[in-house]
């Protein structure tokens, strides 16, 4: 009220002229506080906990931030939806400078609980003002609102779910004309089935942004034709359905574009035979293409791998830089936080440190699996190596490994066949894993020979086998 009333005696004291200058000046002023307020937000990730024996969930918002914005997270009309029609009117919160994560990053991390009246289907909605101006491969950016949210489902009968957890942070950037590559690191502690699969940011719940466009548009490059970074083809931008490995050869303009993948988590229903929705996670994301001279590390991982329980893993992960650039390599997967009496796997060097890469960069991979760890889903393991050059961008490279843990075979003791009273004795040693809840007896009339492969369990329906009993 102060300011509007220093504005009116000022235009009452100055010429016509001079007015319409300070009015322009006013103005400008204000919609440059406005585009401040578009500028802070790289992405924004909720997570979901469940309170176990309630309706109650910890929802939390990690926001990667641009500190070079005077805006606070939260500060421009920033809200968290709860989908059953209730909402929060987020606290504006300074973040916390994390250097560690690359130049101008920070990181806001906001927790807050809510209780459901009754189980069912909800989407949790975290939005924020303004985008960043001049994203390219969107219309008016910088008036345009983010969006992020979480889908739970927690209408079924699977007891206290463990949601997933994104672990990689999205602030990794690109060069121009050289792949870019990103991963999330999702892990889920209960070994769910996990997919992935692009879509379009949003401006509202169900709003897509304005002429949004893939980055690989054709307007984004002088020569879409030879747009790859080999220069052989046009670009190409995917995600991995399975490793969540998002892939785009190669950038073809230099600047700012905005992408957004889900993640989503199903369970197998034995009773029903199908696989249930318990949650969709959706990372919005900004790309920051620079045109910078270095080209990308690379890594040399295992080829995915299938073992019985009780098998020790022990490999060498290779890293190499073509510009001899110091490079540090990372390991990411829920195998690594297991409990102590729950046998997690380790790597070396840990912490992870930058290394000279002029010759190999290694990381020291070990994990000594046990009957606990066999599931029905192959746990993955996301390797990333990121260089380090005397001035410029960082470029990283990830790959993705996966190792599926199956329980191990029983051990025959002896095996006796009564032909006269048609019977047979089957007598095996005692089982390896104590967590086993049965062993099934199957039965085919006629010898039929079948070496099925390490991954295989089961019998395939075409054998003709029949179930007789489990002990």
């Known amino acids: ?31 440059g506080v406005h585009a401040v307020y578009g500028t802070h937000i790289r992405s924004a990730d909720i997570s979901v906990e469940a309170v176990c024996g309630s309706e109650t969930f910890k929802i939390t918002i990690t926001a990667y931030v641009n500190t070079t914005s005077s805006s606070q997270f939260g500060e421009y009309d920033g809200w968290l939806y709860f989908g059953d029609g209730s909402s929060h009117d987020i606290v504006e919160t300074a973040a916390t400078p994390r ?12 927790t807050i609980h809510h209780t459901y009246a009754a189980k069912g289907t909800y989407q949790i909605v975290y939005r924020e003002g303004d985008r960043n101006n001049g994203i390219l491969n969107m219309t008016n950016s910088g008036d345009t609102d983010y969006i992020s949210y979480v889908i739970i489902n927690t209408d079924h009968d699977f007891g206290c779910n463990r949601y997933p957890v994104l672990d990689i942070p999205p602030v990794d950037r690109a060069c121009y004309k050289n792949i870019f590559t990103h991963v999330p690191g999702v892990t889920d502690a209960d070994g769910d089935s996990i997919s992935y699969e692009l879509t379009t940011p949003l401006q509202s719940v169900n709003t897509p942004v304005n002429g949004y466009v893939a980055p690989q548009h054709s307007k984004f490059y002088t020569n879409f034709n030879a747009g790859n ?32 993948f889900k993640i989503i988590e199903r369970r197998h229903d034995p009773v029903s035979n199908t696989y249930v929705m318990l949650s969709t996670t959706v990372r919005d994301m900004q790309i920051v293409v620079e045109d910078c001279p270095n080209m990308r590390p690379d890594l040399v991982t295992p080829a995915n791998i299938c073992v019985e329980a009780g098998t020790v893993l022990s490999f060498t992960i290779t890293g190499t830089d073509p510009d001899n650039d110091l490079v540090k390599i990372e390991a990411v997967s829920d195998i690594f936080s297991f409990p ?40 993955q393991v996301t390797f990333k190596i990121t260089d380090h050059p005397p001035g410029g961008v960082p470029l990283v490279t990830f790959k993705t490994w996966s190792i599926k843990v199956i329980a191990p075979a029983p051990r025959w003791k002896s095996q006796s066949l009564d032909l006269v009273n048609r019977h047979a004795k089957l007598e095996w040693q005692p089982y390896a894993c104590a967590n086993a809840s049965a062993i099934q007896v199957w039965r085919r009339v006629g010898n039929y020979p079948y070496q099925g492969s390490i991954c295989e369990t089961g019998l395939p329906r075409a054998l ?8």
């Open 1 to 31: 009220m102060k300011a509007m009333g220093l504005m009116q005696e000022l235009l009452e004291r100055m010429t016509m002229t001079a007015r319409h200058r300070l009015i322009l000046v006013f103005v400008w002023l204000a919609f």
């Open 99 to 110: 250097p560690d994560l690359g130049v101008n990053i920070g990181v806001v991390v906001y």
């Open 464 to 471: 003709g086998y029949h179930l007789i009993g489990q002990v």
């Open 229 to 260: 970074e080999a220069g052989t083809g046009p670009p190409l931008f995917y995600v991995d359905a399975e490793s969540g490995l998002i892939t785009w050869d190669a950038p073809g303009m230099v600047g700012e574009y905005n992408i957004a």
């Open 340 to 379: 102590g009496d729950e046998s997690p796997a380790t790597y070396t060097p840990f912490p992870p440190r930058f290394i000279a890469s002029d010759t190999v960069a290694k990381l020291y991979f070990k994990w000594r699996t046990d009957c606990m760890h066999a599931r029905q889903q192959p746990y």
